[in-house]
């Protein structure tokens, strides 16, 4: 497993190595040792993963963004089949990344687990008929500490690779049109 940074701070991108036989395929998805090393290695608190949740979503669905205010969710996610956009926001105020997102395409196919520290909002957009997303999360969920801003917010501006005239499958928590409670960036 290889850890790579991005252009963000503390969000880190890792790469498994995939073992493809005439039987499929094999690879690890967590090593914890790799895991804290990633971490120690660049002055980062390791995080304890308390919580793992698997959804399911359709072509066109779109989650998020979310967020925990009180209690910060740092987030590992991958996908174990499909393809998504996914979606990270820096929340932090005091990041010099404050206000600006980055996205990056995890698949079964790459493989690809992408960390999101707390402080940052999280989102998907789905690609494929199909996704199953995985990720293991260092704080509970906790329903009424949960904050959804709205995905097209524009000062974001968050470039979603959503084909003109497609409208994207949101829940109602995640429609700015019904959601009276969603947070602006930056309000
Ligand atoms: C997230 C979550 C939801 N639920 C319940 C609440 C609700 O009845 C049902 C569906 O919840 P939601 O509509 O919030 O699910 P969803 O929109 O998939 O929420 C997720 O979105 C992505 C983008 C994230 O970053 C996650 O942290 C989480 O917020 O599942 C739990 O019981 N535990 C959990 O950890």
Known sequence: MK????????VLLFSPQKFIDERGFFMETLRQ??????FTQRDLTVPQLVQENQSRSVKNVLRGL?????????KLIRVSRGCIFDVA????????????WIGQQLSDENGYQMWIPKGFAHGFYVLSDVA???YKC????Q??????MAWNDPTLNIQWPIPANVEP???????????????????
Do not use: W
């Open 143 to 148: 329903a009424d500490d949960e904050q959804t």
């Open 33 to 38: 040792n790799v895991f804290n090393d990633a």
């Open 138 to 141: 260092s704080e509970y969920y």
């Open 89 to 100: 926001v820096d929340l932090r105020q005091e990041s010099s990344t404050y206000g600006q």
């Open 3 to 10: 850890c790579i940074n991005t252009e963000l701070a503390g």
């Open 169 to 187: 499958i949101v829940s109602r928590k995640d429609n700015p049109n019904i959601n009276p409670n969603m947070i602006t960036f930056g309000a």
């Open 132 to 134: 199953d997303i995985i």
């Open 66 to 74: 979310h967020f925990q205010q009180h209690f910060p969710q740092g």
